[in-house]
Each structure stands twice: as C-alpha cells, then as structure tokens.
C-alpha cells in the first residue's frame, strides 16, 4: 500500500510539474523495488520509472525499465504498457523506425488489451513513426481509426495529441482545410494546456496554412502564439531536464557521503581489530616473559641444587655421611684459627676401631661397613653442633671439640668408647668385640696448629692401642719422648 501511494505520489507530483520533488521521490521507491513481489505492484512502479525517466530525456534508463515491464507483465495490458514506454521511448530518443517485430508484438499486445488508454497511444505513437518516414497517408489511417474511440475515452490530454497530430498529417499530405480543422479542434480541447507539445504543434500548423494561403496577418499571430507555446512547452522540457540532474547531483552526493562514512568505518573497525591484535600481542609477549622467566627460576634452582648436592657430595665420605679427610681438615683449620684468636680451649681426638680387619675377615666387608657406621652413630649422639666430625680414611676417625677443657674432655671422649663398644657389639658381630681406642690432644698443651695437634693425638691413640685397646688417652709432654 505504502509503495503505491508513492508512486501515485509521484505520478500527481508529475501532473503539477513538480519534477524535483517527483525524483526524489523515485529514488527510495526503486530502492523498495526488489522487495515488492505483487506482480501489479511492481508494474506501477517500472511503470513510474520508465515515464518518468523518458520526460527527463534519459531514454536508455526508460527503455531499461520498459523492458522489466514487458519481460514480467502477466497480461496483455502489463505487456501494451512496456511496449508503449519502450516504443515512446525510442520515438523521443531520435529513433525513425520501430523494429518490425517491436511493431508486431507492441500492436498484438495493445491490441489485444482493449480500448484502453494506453493502445490508443500505442496507435498515436504509430502514427508518429510514419510521420516521422514522410508517410502521412498512413499516419491519418491509423488516427483516424482510433479517433472515434478517443474521442469517446474524453482524455484531453491524448484527444489533444490525436487532433493536433491530424492536423500535422493532413498539412502534410496537402489537405489545408482538414489540417486547419484538426489544429482549431487541438487548441480547443486543449483550452486550458497552452503550454503543450499538441499546442505548439496546432500553432504551428495553422500559421503554415495561413503562410500557404496568403493570409500574412494570421500567419503572424499564429507565429507569435505557436512561439510562445513552443517556449513554454521547451522550458516545461528543460525544467524536467534540470530536476533530474539536481537530484542526480543530490543522489551522488549523498551517496559519496555514505562512501565516505562507510570508509571511515571501516578505518575505526580496523584501527579496532588492530588495537585488538596489539593487545593480543602484548598479553602474548609477558605470557612469553613469564615463561622465559619461570624457567630461568626453574633452571637456576635445579642448578643451585645439584651444586649444592655435589658440594655435599664432595665434603661428605660416601659410607658415613660424615665430613671427609679434606673437608674435615679445612673445617678444623677454621675451628681451631678462631679458637686462637679468642685464647678458647679446644681438643682433637682420633679414634680407631680395634681388629677391625678381623670384623671383615670374619663377617665380610658388608658387615665391616655397617659396623662402621653404627660407630660413627655412637660417636654423633654424644656431639655438639660446633664440633667437627670426619673420617680420616678406612676406620681411622678425627673429633675437633671446640670450647672443651682437658678436664672434661675425657668425660666426653669416655662416653662415645662406651658407646661404640655396646652397639657394634650386640648386633652384627655378636661373636667379635668391637671396640675404638682414643687419642687426644688438647691446644693448651699442643697448640693450635693441626698438624702438631694430629701427631699427638696420635701419639695418644699409639699409646692406648699399645695399652691393650678400647681405651681414652690423653697426650702429655712424656709421650714426645
Ligand atoms: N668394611 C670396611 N673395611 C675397611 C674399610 N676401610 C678399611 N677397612 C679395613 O679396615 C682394616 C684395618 O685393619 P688394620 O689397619 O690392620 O687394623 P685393625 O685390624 O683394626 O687392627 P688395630 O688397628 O691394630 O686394632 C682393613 O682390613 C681394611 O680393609 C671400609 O671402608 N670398609
């Protein structure tokens, strides 16, 4: 309903001259176009397109939608239209001919579609093509034979264009009396039209057939009138003319600012997505970071702690756990400079298993080292934290007891023979004595160099395995000799 209402909009605004709205209005009825499935909706429409397009002098476009109408017309009424625009179309663009099968289809079609307006316009614009080919004669036949029916039809407007095309015809075949005739009967139907294309052309020919007859003072007037109504009726041309390039012009404009519109757009969505991408990018880059970094951690603290398992590798004797001959000397040499320097007491102490060949003689090495280091657990229970354990080589072990006096030393020393003599003992060797004998050596008698403390704690040991075994001596000036 909508769409029809615009098109008969447009079709009054036509009636009115007022062309640059009517083009405006053509625009969005064409966009609505393709939408519109009604077959007799659609006919309005191409109908609108075509007629007005054609009066605006753009005939390709009018015979472009022409052709839709005549391809989608449903009956022979549909069909006379599009071929009356097509044909009318043609005829205004210059052409001198109609194509014979254009002739052939275009009259069957009106033909058959019956006395309406627009077959009898089919049959004017017939007329006009011989005209146009210098055949008059013809041209009068198929007026005349339609006249009748014009006339009874009483359009003004198409009775005019008959009357006044007569007219034109019959000057043309030499017939003065019936051109003046069919001019006089133009310009009466078309009283109150004087700005018409039937007007200018009754004008004319009544100042032809007044020139011919001698009369020049109406010959005059008819020029002065045919001038006039030839420039009303040019300026009504070029008035449709101009409001379709304005609003061609409008169209354009708006239609490259949309483009415009539509680039900026889409420049905003890519600045957009490519905001989007950074961001994804940036996220991407500290994920990648973090992992770089988590590893670094990772590998640092897998390093650091197989360094430190090799340092304690390195520092510990593999059967005991406890210090090794190297690490223990450096620790003692540590223990005893500070001990020096602060005037403190401190005892070494050697210690060596009794016949401990005979325990791995007699029960085999794997025993032998159990018993080692249940001797070395004896020995631990009785340390403090400050002091230094190690072995010194096969069952040979030195003690460094920082802070300990010659006086209680042996009460400390006493305590880890009792020990080891009662666990080795009563567990894997039951049928063999195992047992330690004990040198010491202490820095107030010694001093504080470990080498000098070393040979008389060993002088100590020397002397309690002589004495019989698992026993404690302490070293004293008499043992140098
Ligand atoms: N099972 C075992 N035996 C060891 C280890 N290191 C040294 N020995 C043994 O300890 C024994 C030491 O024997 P000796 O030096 O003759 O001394 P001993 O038999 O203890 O006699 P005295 O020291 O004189 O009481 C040897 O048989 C070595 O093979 C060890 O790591 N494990």
Same mark, same amino acid.
């Given at each position: ?43 309005? &429409? ?84 011989? *005209? ?39 000057? $043309? ?38 020139? =011919?007859? &001698?009369?020049?003072?109406?010959? *005059?007037?008819?020029? $002065? ?33 949309? $483009? ?11 600045? &957009? ?16 970071? *973090? ?29 005991? &756990? ?18 020096? =320097? ?67 030393? *042996? ?71």
């Amino acid at each position: 309903m909508a769409f029809r209402a615009s098109a008969t909009v447009i079709d009054l605004l036509v009636a009115e001259s007022r062309y640059e709205e009517a083009f405006a209005r053509l625009n969005p009825l064409l966009d609505q176009l393709p939408t519109m499935k009604e077959s007799d909706v659609r006919m309005q &429409g191409l109908g609108v397109a075509a007629q007005l397009n054609n009066e605006a002098g753009q005939y390709d476009v009018s015979v472009r939608y022409a052709d839709q109408i005549i391809k989608e017309s449903t009956d022979a009424q549909g069909a006379c239209r599009g071929w009356f625009y097509k044909s009318d179309a043609l005829f205004q663009s210059g052409d001198t001919q109609l194509a014979a099968d254009q002739l052939h289809d275009g009259t069957e079609a009106c033909g058959k579609a019956g006395d309406t307006l627009f077959s009898l316009s089919f049959q004017h614009l017939l007329a006009s093509f011989d *005209l146009r080919q210098g055949r008059p004669e013809s041209a009068i036949r198929v007026l005349q034979a339609s006249y009748p029916k014009v006339q009874q039809a009483g359009f003004p407007p198409q009775l005019s264009q008959f009357e006044s095309t007569l007219a034109t015809a019959y000057w $043309e075949s030499g017939d003065l009396v019936s051109a003046a005739k069919f001019a006089n009967d133009a310009l009466a139907t078309n009283a109150n039209r004087q700005y018409s294309e039937s007007t200018a052309n009754a004008y004319q020919v009544l100042y032809e057939v007044d020139k =011919k007859m &001698g009369n020049s003072n109406g010959a *005059l007037a008819y020029l $002065e009138k045919y001038s006039a109504a030839h420039d009303g009726y040019q300026s009504r041309l070029s008035a449709k003319a101009l409001a379709y390039q304005i609003v061609k012009q409008q169209v354009l404009a708006k239609k490259l600012q949309i $483009e415009g519109l539509d680039k900026k757009n889409r420049i905003l969505t890519l600045q &957009g997505e490519l905001d989007r991408k950074a961001a994804e990018a940036s996220r991407l880059y500290i994920a990648l970071l *973090l992992l770089v970094l988590a590893s670094i951690v990772l590998w640092t603290y897998r390093i650091k702690r197989s360094q430190l398992r090799f340092m304690r590798l390195a520092r510990r004797d593999g059967l005991t &756990g406890i210090f090794n001959r190297q690490h223990f000397v450096t620790e003692a040499e540590r223990q005893l400079r500070y001990c020096r =320097k602060s005037a403190r007491d401190i005892c070494l102490v050697l210690i060596d298993l009794d016949h401990f060949k005979l325990v791995n003689d007699t029960h085999g090495h794997a025993v032998g080292d159990r018993v080692l280091k249940r001797a070395v657990d004896a020995c631990q229970a009785h340390l403090r934290s400050t002091d230094v354990f190690g072995r010194l080589g096969g069952e040979e072990f030195g003690l460094l007891l920082p802070e300990c006096t010659r006086d209680n030393v *042996l009460v400390r020393v006493e305590q880890m023979r009792a020990a080891i003599a009662a666990v080795s003992s009563t567990r894997d060797a039951p049928d063999i004595p195992v047992s330690a004998s004990f040198g010491v050596a202490a820095a107030v008698d010694s001093g504080y160099a470990l080498r000098q403390l070393m040979i008389d704690a060993d002088r100590a040991l020397y002397q309690a395995k002589h004495e019989g075994r698992n026993r404690v001596r302490l070293f004293d000036a008499n043992m140098r000799s």
